[in-house]
């Protein structure tokens, strides 16, 4: 299964990680939405990038595997399936509304050819963050479900 999805990660407390392509990379209390994309078989599916995401016992490889090494926690994630290459235009969406403020510059976008300033992104708590993500997915016409739906 392929597709894309979000990671709802609380982090309770300030959070500061040394990442060699990005340098100190901080981190404020809140709750931050940190996009991805699984279009691969195997171990690089949907399920499989997910269930990876959600263990603490990982090699460290991706930036969000950083952050995700720290005292935090990942509350649920919300994720559509689909054959197209939508991450980047899920970014998109959360940069452009008014919930979210990007994250640190570079963060999840490294091989990013669209543009991106990040694909993490800090909610502001505003509106309930399920209910804005999930009017994201629809716009971009995916089926939101999440961690809760069974996929993991």
Not at 15 to 35: N, R
Not at 91 to 108: C, D, R, T, V, W
Not at 122 to 129: D, E, R, S, V
């Amino acid at each position: 299964m392929k597709g894309v999805y979000v990671l709802i990660i609380q982090v309770k407390k300030p959070v500061k990680v040394q990442i060699k392509s990005l340098g100190d990379t901080e981190f404020v209390p809140s709750v931050w939405a940190y996009v991805g994309s699984a279009m691969g078989t195997g171990s690089t599916s949907l399920k499989n990038r997910l269930r990876r995401h959600f263990r603490k016992e990982k090699t460290i490889y991706w930036h969000i595997d950083y952050l995700l090494n720290e005292d935090i926690e990942i509350e649920k994630a919300i994720w559509a399936q689909s054959e197209r290459h939508l991450e980047c235009d899920l970014a998109q969406s959360l940069a452009s509304n008014n919930e979210f403020n990007a994250g640190p510059k570079g963060f999840g976008a490294s091989d990013c050819k669209s543009g991106c300033i990040a694909h993490i992104f800090k909610h502001q708590n505003g509106k309930a963050i399920d209910d804005v993500l999930t009017g994201i997915f629809v716009g971009l016409d995916l089926q939101p479900q999440s961690t809760m739906d069974g996929i993991l």
